[in-house]
């Protein structure tokens, strides 16, 4: 079967750096998304990784190895506003989006 | 990014009547558009894939005389929620984009209450 493993839920002090990681098993690979999704919103876009290595976005980041099925979403100088729900989806090989079950972040002052 | 337009952010309805959701792609045009359904504190659940112009390909488990879906144009796919019941009470959201290779760029969701 296709699985998405995520940790439920970090905690992180604001103003550090937290890493949320994600392990995939699905049937092929076309992409690896990650969503950011306040509670009662729908998720907004991240980044997209397709080739393994770093993309890095202002505070954000994402890292994939295709080879460990693995990713993972740093986020730099955490902001109160970066609570939220972290979702990590793979495109398998018919486009199909698997979602995992999401990483609740909480910033503490 | 695109925008994706969803409406409407939320409705409440009595259990058996029935509720249509709208998902607009604005300033694109979405060839394939997904719906979702998320219940608090779980992570979205596909319900179904349309494509612009053909039916509606359902994910197992999901009613398709229930949950009537319609791709009548590149820009619109509407959801309707036919004899709704309380447990319908759910978070939807509709996701579109252009092509298979690309991200999806979700609607607002729309928060369903059925009382």
């Known amino acids: 079967g296709q699985n998405i493993d995520q940790p439920t839920e970090m905690t992180a002090t604001e103003g550090a750096i937290v890493q949320i990681n994600c392990t995939y098993q699905?049937?092929?690979?076309?992409?690896l998304f990650w969503y950011q999704q306040h509670a009662g919103e729908a998720p907004t876009f991240l980044s997209y990784?397709?080739l393994d290595g770093l993309e890095e976005k202002g505070r954000f980041s994402s890292f994939l190895s295709r080879s460990k099925g693995y990713s993972y979403l740093l986020l730099k100088e955490l902001q109160m506003k970066d609570s939220a729900s972290y979702l990590c989806?793979?495109?398998?090989?018919?486009?199909?989006?698997?979602w995992g079950a999401g990483t609740k972040l909480i910033i503490k002052p | 990014g695109a925008v994706v337009s969803q409406h409407p952010s939320w409705v409440i309805c009595k259990s058996g009547t029935s509720v249509k959701i709208e998902c607009r792609s604005l300033d694109f045009q979405a060839t394939t558009m997904f719906w979702y359904r998320q219940f608090p504190k779980q992570s979205l659940m596909l319900m179904a894939t349309s494509n612009e112009g053909s039916k509606a390909t359902y994910e197992q488990g999901v009613e398709k005389d229930k949950f009537l879906i319609n791709h009548a144009s590149l820009t619109l796919s509407t959801l309707t929620v036919t004899s709704a019941h309380p447990e319908d009470s759910s978070f939807y959201i509709c996701s579109a984009k252009w092509r298979s290779d690309t991200e999806a760029f979700f609607g607002q969701g729309t928060r369903l209450t059925v009382v």
């Open positions: 699905t049937s092929g690979f076309n992409g």
């Open positions: 989806a793979v495109k398998d090989s018919n486009y199909q989006l698997i």
């Open positions: 990784n397709v």
